[in-house]
């Protein structure tokens, strides 16, 4: 009886571990959907020294049917150390084929003005026939009071470059 029982308590203890391993994904920021390596094409402000960025179409929601991203991980590497900042996002537009996406991070009050933007352009299942020569295209932009623009970062993808 002791033997069943421990096997049975360890049995238990290990299909535990395996479920918390599958769903630690979705507690630890959630399921990227797709990412891409971004070119810095041009920048402005505290943009000017970032090279290295990626941005990552992510959703919260694992159990979610068609998995439709919830928020844009923006990502840039300095040294040796990855900084992340989740956006969410606050609309999503279909043109074409083409997905633009825009996500906001809003500062806290009535007024809630809009710190930072990223508008993200997913070209990747694009049905037009006109060339596009980057299937991600995005605009990071930072505004100060009054909506003025403090800085802004222009990126494009090189598809050839992916994480």
């Not at 633009?100 to 037009?128: M, N, W």
Request: net charge negative; charged share 20%; hydrophobic share 40%.
């Amino acid at each position: 009886m002791k033997q069943k029982t421990i096997i049975f308590l360890l049995s238990f203890l290990s299909t535990l571990s395996v479920w918390a391993t599958e769903f630690s994904n979705d507690l630890t920021g959630g399921y990227e959907l797709d990412s891409k390596k971004m070119l810095v094409v041009q920048a402005s402000g505290i943009y000017k020294d970032m090279d290295v960025v990626y941005l990552s179409l992510m959703n919260l929601n694992p159990m979610e049917i068609g998995m439709v991203p919830t928020y844009i991980r923006f990502t840039y590497v300095t040294g040796n150390l990855n900084w992340y900042t989740d956006f969410p996002i606050v609309g999503i537009e279909d043109s074409c084929g083409s997905k633009k996406y825009t996500a906001q991070v809003r500062l806290p009050g009535p007024q809630g003005r809009v710190e930072t933007e990223i508008v993200l352009f997913d070209h990747s299942k694009r049905e037009c026939l006109d060339y596009i020569s980057s299937t991600w295209k995005a605009t990071v932009s930072q505004f100060g009071w009054g909506h003025t623009l403090v800085s802004e970062m222009i990126l494009e993808s090189d598809d050839s470059l992916r994480r």
